[in-house]
């Protein structure tokens, strides 16, 4: 079974911080995909990464895969209230079956 | 509205009654899936359609846990003699192909009493 291990759980951070969220594999996914979520609503897709070493950078959010393609992070620059949010890294599977990491809930002060 | 809609939005129900959840995806998308999400588990994959067939179904729990897709459309999520623990949000989620960006619901919200 497939599993990825997501840390922290929850993070309370005031406005202007940096954080780092982190993904675990236990084994190789085809891609890994970041995914925010909030409230009543389902995940929205933030990026995907699918080559080893990977970064990609989308405006204050940067994303890591590893070199090995097991793990992955989410770094947020200066956070802001409007980040606030259900943060979820999944890896794709066959047929583009997702296995969700457990989720990090952050919550952004101002 | 473009995106994939989710009924009802939320569903409270008596342990032991049947329930069933709809799901219309993008026009167009192929592919289609529903996951659960409750606090104890996370997100997680329940089946996976292309067109009106089903070639993953590994993720529903139980035989009480039935779904169909017609017109390579519409597809819906029967839960038969409900329990608590399927107290859970269900999405569903389109993509183009099965490997593509899928596209999420609302969900439904779904408590047993």
């Known amino acids: 079974t497939q599993l990825l291990e997501q840390s922290p759980q929850f993070l309370s951070i005031q406005e202007g911080e940096n954080l780092t969220v982190y993904c675990n594999s236990s084994s190789v996914f085809s891609s890994l995909q970041w995914y925010r979520q909030e409230p009543g609503e389902g995940p929205v897709l933030l990026v995907t990464?699918?080559?080893?070493?990977e970064v990609k950078k989308l405006k204050r959010l940067t994303f890591q895969f590893g070199d090995a393609r097991k793990d992955s992070s989410l770094h947020i620059t200066a956070a802001q209230p409007g980040d606030t949010g259900l943060y979820l890294c999944a890896g794709a599977g066959s047929y583009g079956k997702l296995t969700f990491g457990q989720g990090t809930i952050l919550t952004v002060h101002p | 509205g473009a995106g994939v809609s989710q009924s009802p939005s939320n569903k409270v129900t008596e342990k032991g009654k049947d329930v069933e959840l709809r799901c219309d995806p993008i026009s167009g998308h192929t592919a289609l899936y529903w996951y659960r999400q409750s606090l104890g588990q996370g997100l997680e994959f329940l089946i996976y359609f292309q067109g009106n067939s089903a070639p993953d179904k590994s993720g529903l729990p139980s035989d009480r846990f039935s779904a169909e897709r017609t017109g390579g459309s519409v597809s819906t999520l029967t839960i038969q003699r409900t329990q608590q623990e399927d107290s859970a949000v269900y999405l569903c989620?389109?993509?183009?192909?099965?490997?593509?960006?899928?596209?999420f619901g609302p969900g439904t919200r779904l408590l047993v009493l």
């Open positions: 990464v699918v080559t080893g070493g």
């Open positions: 989620a389109s993509s183009s192909s099965g490997m593509e960006t899928q596209y």
